[in-house]
């Protein structure tokens, strides 16, 4: 059986942090997205892929031939809709397929159900419907899909995960897979209904918040580099190679640390916590319920939960960062959120700086010291002073 997975598009509501990559290379629990979804297939031995690409489409493309050089690549030039880039891929098809998006989680368990059927979707109760395509379902068949209703008539949404034929590309129409499948439900394609047993999506930044929660739920314990001796860890704790873990540290998993990060003395890195390679965390800093990707930097006596910290980030010493209820306008949509911080890449705050409920774009340089930020979205390259 072959596997199409669709990343071709960029993610536009989750920037600032998909500014750099395409939504599906965002790290979560130090992995890209999209590695989660091609190793849940392996899993059920389905090793002919076949990825859709498009944004950013060499990153991607060079992540894609390091982690498996037998995946096809398909390049869809103009990111007109999920529809058209699934049949980008159509002649590569040569029978029965999965199809998956390239930017959510979904579990092993349930790949292996759906492969296992013909013409099904993949739906889980979701406790904001209408910010997805909501599904309703007879007799264990989908009725209608409805795109992002206003008000939704059922939680149970599409994952947009589906076991195909062939034949959905006689029923593309348009550029909207939605519409293809609705297609195809009232040409008389009975879609079977099942139900996902896990999965993720990141609609919105602070989203990531909850998903690396959950991913990291499956790491493997593993503790590499120097580790000193008065140094506690309990529970999970996958320590990568080269990583320093200074004295009187205490972390608790679980919590993923990349290759060659160096964690400072009296540290208390707390649970449901990712630092990419070459991380550096100053002494006396406290880090939870976060995100943190490769070579940030947080300064002494730093505090730092609920947050997304993008790639190269520096903030300085008694930095705080914590979760307060934000309202964020999202394409125009006001949109309600709690978390501590989404900071882009490349992003510069100076000493003192607290940050609430707030965005930050790439290349903000937060330039005075004692600088109060909540509630607030920053454009890219803005100065603060």
């Not at 004295?247 to 608790?252: R, S």
Request: charged fraction near 20%; hydrophobic fraction near 40%.
């Amino acid at each position: 059986m072959q596997a199409v997975i669709l990343a071709a598009g960029e993610g536009t509501r989750v920037r600032p942090l998909t500014k750099s990559r395409p939504k599906g290379l965002i790290p979560v629990a130090n992995r890209p997205i999209i590695e989660y979804s091609i190793r849940a297939l392996h899993k059920i031995g389905i090793r002919e892929i076949i990825v859709v690409v498009g944004y950013r489409r060499e990153q991607v493309t060079r992540f894609l031939n390091e982690l498996d050089p037998d995946i096809k690549i398909v390049v869809q030039e103009k990111q007109l809709g999920t529809a058209h880039a699934l049949k980008c891929a159509g002649p590569l098809v040569t029978g029965n397929f999965l199809l998956l998006p390239g930017d959510n989680y979904i579990d092993p368990v349930s790949v292996a159900t759906i492969a296992k059927m013909e013409n099904a979707m993949l739906v889980k109760d979701h406790p904001s419907p209408s910010n997805f395509g909501v599904v309703l379902i007879r007799n264990g068949f989908v009725t209608a899909i409805v795109e992002k209703p206003e008000h939704s008539p059922s939680f149970t949404v599409s994952t947009g995960i589906f076991s195909l034929t062939p034949d959905v590309f006689r029923y593309i129409r348009s550029n909207d897979l939605t519409e293809t499948i609705s297609c195809m439900i009232a040409d008389g394609v009975k879609i079977q209904a099942v139900s996902a047993e896990d999965w993720q999506d990141a609609l919105h930044p602070w989203d990531l918040i909850r998903m690396n929660e959950r991913l990291l739920c499956g790491i493997v314990p593993e503790k590499n580099g120097a580790i000193h001796k008065s140094a506690l860890l309990q529970g999970s704790v996958c320590i990568g190679k080269g990583v320093t873990i200074g004295p009187y540290t205490v972390i608790t998993g679980p919590v993923v640390i990349g290759r060659d990060s160096l964690i400072g003395a009296h540290c208390c890195i707390m649970p449901n916590t990712s630092i990419g390679a070459r991380g550096k965390i100053e002494p006396f800093c406290y880090i939870g319920n976060a995100l943190l990707m490769d070579d940030v930097t947080l300064g002494s006596h730093s505090r730092v939960t609920d947050s997304v910290i993008g790639e190269g980030t520096r903030l300085a010493d008694h930095t705080g960062i914590g979760s307060r209820n934000s309202v964020i306008d999202v394409d125009g949509c006001l949109v309600k959120a709690a978390f501590g911080a989404i900071i882009g890449d490349q992003v510069s705050a100076a000493a003192f700086s607290t940050i609430r409920g707030s965005i930050i774009g790439n290349g903000v340089t937060i330039g005075h010291e004692q600088r109060d930020l909540s509630g607030v979205t920053i454009p890219d390259n803005t100065l603060v002073i």
